[in-house]
């Protein structure tokens, strides 16, 4: 039996494995469904996930080495630790990404995820029918469409948005951020990129609801250039900034005692820098942020949106999702997707779906390929 922390190297044989610990004798164990290839299950060193197989009963990953990433939280044969019903993530070809930190916090902390993304990795291949959200009546600022992805929130935890270009997507996730905070709920807005993220922040603060309510939030990552905004960098770094001042009077000396002192001071740095963010997350209902500044969360907010969610990688996404009780995905399948790693299957994900069709962008004439090719006719020009 393969036991935590162990390293086992298991190599093919005609019949069965050969297994040899670190520690202990050679040993054998029969894998089932298998192919002809060295495997490695590591918890210490330096890996790469291929895929999943049952050992004795248990579930285990099949490993590669030679990857620069590190996997000391994983604790791979222990089942208390994986999420039974997940296949721990399909993480095959993952590890080019930057999410390395938030994979291992996830199974860290146990992150139990959401059950549709659960029925979404474990690809269910049984026909379920999605949902298709009713259409409201227009409200005084947003059409049809768009009041219906807003007044869904009242019936439904999670589910995604459709916007083909020039549709609205923005105002229409801005609208929701007013009601979920009307609502007293915790959101984060987050997108791939600064400057999606930056759009939708603009534009709720120059919403009358914000003018009115001053409402509290804060941004991770980068600033809008020109804009000061609360900023939670900035304000943890202005509020450190006498550690760093602190740091460069010590003298470094060659001595056991004066590296000590340098090392505590800046051990002293980070503890404060910590704190405060955890400070001003409990104090604030609203973050934006980019997905790849996700990592500095560390409280569970109500919901998540993610806006340009076809953008990011399928991980990036299925990550995102473990901050949050609810989430909802809007962007648009046909528009261009993340360059080198995989992007959400749009069919697969079983969750109640909206589409915003009225566009106000372009004419008639201009929409009409696109329209007849990817979005079977249905948008309307409002040109």
């Known amino acids: 039996m393969l036991k935590e922390k162990s390293l086992a190297i298991l190599e093919k044989m005609k019949n069965n494995i050969k297994m040899s610990f670190e520690e202990e ?15 490695i299950f590591n918890c210490r060193d330096k890996l790469r996930i291929e895929e999943r197989v049952m050992i004795n009963g248990i579930e285990c990953m099949i490993l590669d080495n030679k990857d620069k990433y590190t996997a000391k939280s994983y604790k791979l044969l222990d089942k208390k630790v994986m999420n039974k019903k997940l296949p721990l993530l399909q993480l095959k070809n993952y590890f080019k990404s930057k999410s390395m930190e938030r994979i291992e916090k996830c199974i860290k902390d146990k992150i139990v995820f959401h059950e549709k993304i659960i029925d979404y990795l474990n690809d269910n291949t049984e026909e379920i029918e999605v949902e298709v959200v009713p259409v ?19 019936n439904c935890s999670s589910y ?6 020039g549709t609205g997507k923005t105002k229409t996730v801005v609208e929701m951020i007013i009601k979920l905070l009307s609502n007293d709920k915790k959101i984060i807005v987050c997108a791939p990129s600064n400057t999606a993220s930056d759009n939708i922040l603009k534009r709720f603060i120059n919403s009358d609801y914000y003018k009115k309510e001053k409402t509290k939030f804060f941004r991770l990552g980068s600033q809008i250039k020109g804009e000061t905004f609360y900023n939670l ?12 001042d ?7 000396k060659k001595n056991k005692k004066g590296e000590e002192s340098i090392y505590s001071l800046l051990r002293d740095k980070k503890r404060r820098k910590n704190k405060k963010m955890n400070e001003l ?17 560390v409280n569970k907010y109500d919901y998540i949106i993610i806006d340009e969610c076809y953008q990011a ?21 046909y528009q261009l997707g993340p360059v080198d790693e995989k992007s959400l299957d749009y069919k697969k994900m079983k969750i109640p779906e909206i589409m915003l069709n009225e566009q106000y962008r372009m004419n008639e004439l201009l929409i009409e390929f696109s329209n007849n090719f990817f979005y079977q006719n249905k948008i309307k020009s409002k040109k």
């Open 25 to 39: 004798e050679i040993s054998e164990a029969h894998i089932l469904g298998i192919d002809e290839k060295i495997i």
């Open 136 to 154: 409201s009546n227009c409200g005084d600022i947003l059409n049809s469409f768009q009041q219906s992805a807003v007044d869904y929130l009242d």
């Open 160 to 165: 995604k948005i459709m916007g083909p270009p």
């Open 233 to 244: 960098e900035n304000i943890v770094e202005e509020d450190l900034d006498f550690l760093t």
């Open 246 to 252: 602190e740091i460069k009077k010590v003298k470094i």
């Open 281 to 297: 997350q409990e104090n604030t209902k609203l973050v934006f942020s980019t997905i790849f500044s996700l990592n500095k969360i």
């Open 313 to 333: 990688s399928e991980l990036d996404i299925i990550l995102s999702t473990t901050l949050a009780h609810n989430f909802i995905l809007v962007g648009d399948p």
